[in-house]
């Protein structure tokens, strides 16, 4: 694990979730609270973050919802150590774990974690989406951000392993990257379910997230995009809501 003097404490959701994570490399950022407010679930459910980081996804899902129980799965042990002490300082030790797995690591190796097949009842995911030219030179970052686009179609495999049948999962991605992810999601998924997400009014999309059910075959739909600032860079009072409060998005409200 990091020590202490490389590591920060940082509040998000208005405060109501305290994170510590590595001052240098992959930092939280809005992404994860976007993901975690785009999932519909309820108590007694089952969630699975992959690639989670220190937890920011997963730990704002639970927060948000009472009674799910989460399994944070983490390549870094370092991060998934953090993962762990995240939820214990907020309360959610009890309904949170973490899991130190390579996201594409085989079945058995998810089965010996306590994650076999068809247990989970949704999967999110914010898997590295940047291009591979000009990595980073942190090896965290690198890991966070950098991948071909056959690590999504590994994400979702492992992802599709998870699930119960006619279960969801959803991520956010670049929504210059809309191609790769429906192309990804055309092996096992359907009903799939799109939200741009834009900067500013008047700008292109930034981010998609995508919402897609197991073994569905329900055509795609497009909801309204959700604006994030507005034109003189201030937040948006729905985007304040989501960032800084509970809540959700229209892909969770169902």
């Given at each position: 694990m990091p020590a202490e003097a490389e590591t920060s404490e940082d509040a998000v959701l208005g405060g109501r979730l305290v994170l510590r994570q590595p001052r240098a490399g992959h930092r939280v950022g809005h992404d994860a609270i976007l993901l975690a407010?785009?999932?519909?679930?309820?108590?007694?459910?089952?969630?699975?973050?992959?690639?989670?980081?220190?937890?920011?996804?997963?730990?704002?899902?639970?927060?948000?919802?009472?009674?799910?129980?989460?399994?944070?799965?983490?390549?870094?042990?370092?991060?998934?150590?953090?993962?762990?002490?995240?939820?214990?300082r907020n309360g959610l030790g009890q309904r949170v774990r973490a899991a130190c797995l390579d996201v594409v690591?085989?079945?058995?190796?998810?089965?010996?974690?306590?994650?076999?097949?068809?247990?989970?009842?949704?999967?999110?995911?914010?898997?590295?989406?940047?291009?591979?030219?000009?990595?980073?030179?942190?090896?965290?970052?690198?890991?966070?951000?950098?991948?071909?686009?056959?690590?999504?179609?590994?994400?979702?495999?492992?992802?599709?392993?998870?699930?119960?049948?006619?279960?969801?999962?959803?991520?956010?991605?670049?929504a210059d990257g809309l191609d790769v992810v429906l192309a990804a999601l055309a092996d096992g998924f359907g009903a799939v379910t799109l939200l741009p997400l834009y900067p500013k009014p008047s700008a292109a999309a930034i981010r998609v997230?995508?919402?897609?059910?197991?073994?569905?075959?329900?055509?795609?739909?497009?909801?309204?995009?959700?604006?994030?600032a507005d034109a003189a860079g201030n937040p948006t009072a729905e985007a304040q809501a989501v960032l800084r409060g509970n809540a959700v998005l229209a892909l969770a409200d169902d």
């Open positions: 407010a785009a999932i519909s679930a309820r108590a007694g459910d089952h969630a699975v973050d992959l690639g989670a980081g220190v937890g920011a996804a997963g730990l704002a899902l639970a927060q948000r919802i009472d009674g799910l129980t989460m399994t944070l799965v983490e390549i870094d042990p370092a991060l998934a150590a953090l993962a762990v002490e995240n939820a214990a690591a085989p079945a058995a190796a998810f089965a010996a974690a306590g994650l076999p097949p068809g247990t989970a009842d949704s999967v999110l995911m914010n898997p590295p989406f940047n291009a591979a030219q000009n990595p980073s030179p942190d090896r965290g970052r690198r890991l966070a951000h950098v991948a071909a686009n056959e690590t999504l179609r590994g994400w979702l495999e492992t992802a599709a392993r998870l699930l119960r049948p006619q279960a969801a999962v959803t991520l956010i991605w670049r997230l995508a919402r897609a059910v197991k073994g569905s075959r329900a055509p795609l739909s497009l909801l309204p995009g959700f604006t994030l």
